[in-house]
């Protein structure tokens, strides 16, 4: 993956990730000029391109000019205007009772890449401490998504109301999502009815049993009856 970035502010951002069989194999560090190796069989390809005089100026020239160039001429023609607003979603982590819960904001399918997401505890924030950021990754249509994670303990879910709040350039506001924590009361409610459907049927059952075993029986004493009086 290769590409450059540039911001409203007119600051730029440039990137070079290789990947092999679904996994990063070697990337580039704008900063530092120098490659890092994202699996030990990418050490040698690192350190050959890494002395490559010829590569290294590829590369210069290729980050420092041409992308942003070819990305400024997009711009001023047209080509590159678009701007999608992203999708919002809270997925709660099922946990022990004492560990508390886990809710992880799910931003996806926004463009261009750049996106603030923070936590917010009654209305103040960014949350720090217990929150958990996911990198910003491709969506196969060009978009982009990332996550993250806030971990809170059963006292303070009780105490606090907790928010996601996604700001993007696509957006006219701000896109907040109120966590509700779920309480796992609607499941035991679902369980109680099922019991008592299931105890209602045995009765009905049983009743229809017991009836047949007494008409079966006073038949029984019909016939009875009626061969003593012959």
Not at 190 to 216: D, E, F, N, S, T
Request: hydrophobic letters at 35%.
């Amino acid at each position: 993956m290769l590409g450059c970035e540039l911001y409203d502010d007119g600051t730029t951002r440039r990137y070079w990730q290789d990947g092999y069989d679904g996994k990063d194999f070697i990337v580039y560090d704008e900063k530092t000029q120098t490659w890092t190796a994202a699996a030990p069989q990418a050490v040698g390809t690192k350190l050959r391109w890494e002395a490559n005089p010829v590569s290294k100026q590829y590369i210069m020239d290729l980050f420092e000019q041409d992308c942003v160039d070819w990305l400024k001429n997009y711009i001023q023609n047209g080509i590159v205007k678009r701007k999608v607003p992203p999708e919002v979603r809270l997925f709660q982590k099922k946990a022990g009772h004492s560990a508390g819960s886990g809710v992880t904001c799910h931003v996806t399918g926004f463009y261009p890449r750049e996106v603030e997401v923070i936590w917010l505890r009654d209305g103040q924030g960014p949350l720090e401490e217990g929150v958990w950021s996911g990198e910003v990754l491709p969506n196969m249509d060009g978009t982009y998504q990332v996550r993250k994670t806030l971990s809170v303990n059963p006292e303070e879910q009780k105490r606090h109301r907790y928010t996601c709040l996604v700001d993007h350039a696509s957006l006219g506001e701000k896109i907040e999502k109120e966590w509700v924590p779920e309480t796992g009361l609607h499941l035991g409610l679902i369980a109680g009815v099922v019991v008592g459907v299931l105890v209602l049927i045995a009765v009905i059952a049983g009743l229809v049993i017991w009836k047949k075993r007494q008409a079966g029986k006073d038949q029984s004493e019909v016939s009875s009856n009626s061969s003593n009086s012959s």
